[in-house]
């Protein structure tokens, strides 16, 4: 259902506006907010470059000029793009900043047909007024049979068998395979494939366990699954199956220490996203027997270099993104990417935007390091959650001078999902979709002003992030009613973290932060500064919030780099320091 937000005023426009913009950084210096319309009013022309099912096609069809141009190169994109009002993609076509620029300002909306967007350029589409759709759930049954199909056949060495007995060979012995009832199944990434998989997994006999922060617990128990935390999910599981985006949290997420952390023997199954294997690390878990198989249908580079030596080891089956590739997925994603694209050239706002809508610049100029504040503050309030339970009660505290109908503060409220919940997860969070999603995922937002005296020079004092009926990785970060507490303020431009449960402290948001409670005594600032100038980690600031002289203290150290294992715990290690944790910002 889209939404009531109408952009019909924006593309009716004849006229070619622009204004200078410091908020993108861009090579051209200009930003186009109104674009100019289809030729003397009559059907708008979508340009479709890759094959897509005839449903969407026929759809397209009754409300534009359809061109279906396959395998263009970038130049004849290019020169054709000028004459188009909408563009439709799988991932084959690269939509880059110079596709925009030669559009002239006429191209409104971009589709992907299907989910991942990698091969659109978000921000140059947002600085040309472009919205990018996109088609997220036609294609979740095929992607879960697909991972099922893997499962099954890597447990019984189908592909290896069927190889063998096509070239003459009858090795019955030699491809017993391992039965899948009774044994545990891990699904990491519990989304609509993930949650699809589980129910089939079920059907066959498995228990099935599941890790995802996001995951509601009910939805969970209804499906009989249980919600574990990511170590004992790997490290308990005779088969994994990934269904996990590729973000900078996810990437190679799969690695030495993992693999090093699973029952030897395990089994694993992607059709998610190659990029969240470390590839080199799977071959050696293999050749050590840590891993006995895997069932890949996402390679990190696609398609694979002809020898790569994952696709050709005897237990890896292998299938080249075959997880939509289902006839009646094809047609759904068709008809899901072309309801869209119509819904976008109305001047319609569908949930499927990945990209947000113009906002004013001189708000955008004041709110922009508070928009970030409150990304980061999300982002570090999710990752202190550990357990099963899942992140579902979000409270958002603003404490500001101005009057509630000068602070708007959607943008900011958007920004504290995006943190939440964007680092795990396939969509991208903007102030269109923000609230649909965090309701898909059951996570309630809620907020609250706190009205401040003073000067409203400044549109916010500090903003507070709350989430609760969760367990903390780190305990000092839990205010007096149990829940984790952070707490933030912009200095001189700068986001700043001020609070962590009921420790005040003072730590840029830049880089990445390591919280450590401990014995409040001489040296210790000292010391933890040691280990990590001795590891070249370098500190850009370090900040300690005590309750009292002598008793408890809570110390923040900003750093640029991430530190290593040993270095983490070389820290923690330190008799004084009674918990620590490192965030990722």
């Not at 099912?53 to 397209?60: K, M, N, P, R, T």
């Not at 054709?80 to 009002?85: G, M, N």
């Not at 992907?112 to 979740?140: F, K, Q």
């Not at 409203?456 to 507070?464: C, G, L, Q, R, S």
Request: aromatic share 4%.
């Amino acid at each position: 259902m889209a939404t009531s937000l109408n952009l019909s005023s924006i593309f009716s426009s004849s006229r070619l506006v622009t204004t200078p913009s410091s908020v993108f950084p861009t090579r051209q210096r200009r930003r186009i907010i109104l674009v100019t319309s289809s030729s003397s009013g009559g059907k708008p022309t979508i340009l479709v470059t890759e094959k897509l099912g005839q449903a969407g096609i026929d759809l397209l069809k009754k409300y534009a000029n359809v061109d279906c141009s396959n395998d263009l190169s970038l130049e004849e994109l290019c020169t054709k793009i000028s004459l188009c009002d909408a563009l439709i993609v799988r991932s084959g076509t690269k939509v880059g900043r110079d596709v925009f620029e030669s559009s002239r300002g006429r191209l409104k909306v971009v589709g992907r047909a299907g989910v991942g967007i990698d091969n659109v350029d978000l921000a140059a589409a947002t600085e040309y007024g472009c919205l990018v759709v996109n088609a997220p759930t036609a294609n979740t049954v095929a992607a879960a049979e697909h991972g099922i199909a893997l499962l099954t056949a890597m447990a019984r060495n189908i592909a290896q068998a069927d190889a063998s007995i096509k070239a003459g060979k009858w090795t019955r012995n030699k491809y017993v395979g391992v039965s899948l009832v009774g044994k545990t199944l891990a699904v990491l990434g519990f989304g609509k494939v993930g949650s699809e998989v589980a129910r089939r997994a079920r059907g066959l006999g498995m228990h099935v366990i599941t890790h995802d922060p996001y995951a509601p617990a009910d939805r969970a128990r209804a499906i009989g699954v249980e919600l574990v935390s990511f170590e004992v999910a790997i490290s308990t599981a005779d088969f994994i199956s990934l269904h996990l985006p590729l973000t900078a949290a996810t990437s190679k997420m799969m690695n030495d220490v993992t693999f090093s952390m699973m029952k030897k023997g395990v089994r694993i199954v992607n059709v998610a996203r190659g990029g969240v294997i470390d590839e080199e690390a799977l071959l050696r878990a293999l050749d050590l027997g840590i891993v006995a198989q895997a069932a890949l249908d996402v390679f990190t580079v696609e398609p694979p270099v002809k020898d790569n030596k994952l696709v050709l080891h005897e237990s890896v089956t292998a299938t080249p993104h075959l997880g939509a590739s289902t006839m009646e997925a094809q047609e759904g994603v068709a008809i899901e990417v072309a309801e869209a694209v119509i819904g976008a050239l109305r001047g319609e706002l569908a949930a499927t935007a990945v990209n947000a809508p113009m906002v004013p610049l001189e708000v955008l100029r004041e709110l922009k390091p508070y928009v970030v504040l409150a990304e980061k503050l999300g982002r570090l309030a999710v990752q202190l959650v550990t357990g099963g339970s899942g992140v579902n009660a979000v409270k958002v505290t603003y404490a500001s001078s101005r009057a509630p109908d000068d602070l708007d503060t959607r943008l900011l409220r958007a920004m504290v999902i995006k943190g939440l919940i964007e680092p795990i997860s396939s969509v991208f969070i903007n102030l269109v979709n923000s609230d649909y999603i965090a309701k898909q995922r059951g996570v309630k937002i809620s907020e609250e002003r706190m009205v401040l005296d003073g000067s409203p020079e400044n549109p916010i004092e500090y903003i507070t992030v709350r989430i609760a009926n969760v367990e903390s990785r780190f305990a000092s970060a839990l205010s007096e009613s149990g829940e984790i507490k952070v707490e933030g303020r912009v200095k001189q431009g700068v986001p700043s973290l001020t609070k962590v449960g009921l420790f005040g402290v003072d730590v840029s948001l830049e880089g990445s932060v390591i919280l450590c409670r401990q014995v409040d005594q001489p040296g210790m600032i000292g010391k933890v500064a040691s280990i990590l100038g001795d590891e070249n980690v370098n500190v850009s600031f370090m900040s300690v919030g005590r309750i009292a002289p002598g008793k408890q203290a809570v110390m923040a150290i900003g750093v640029d780099e991430q530190p290593s294992k040993e270095t983490l715990k070389k820290i923690g290690d330190i008799p004084a320091i009674e918990e620590f944790v490192f965030l990722k910002l």
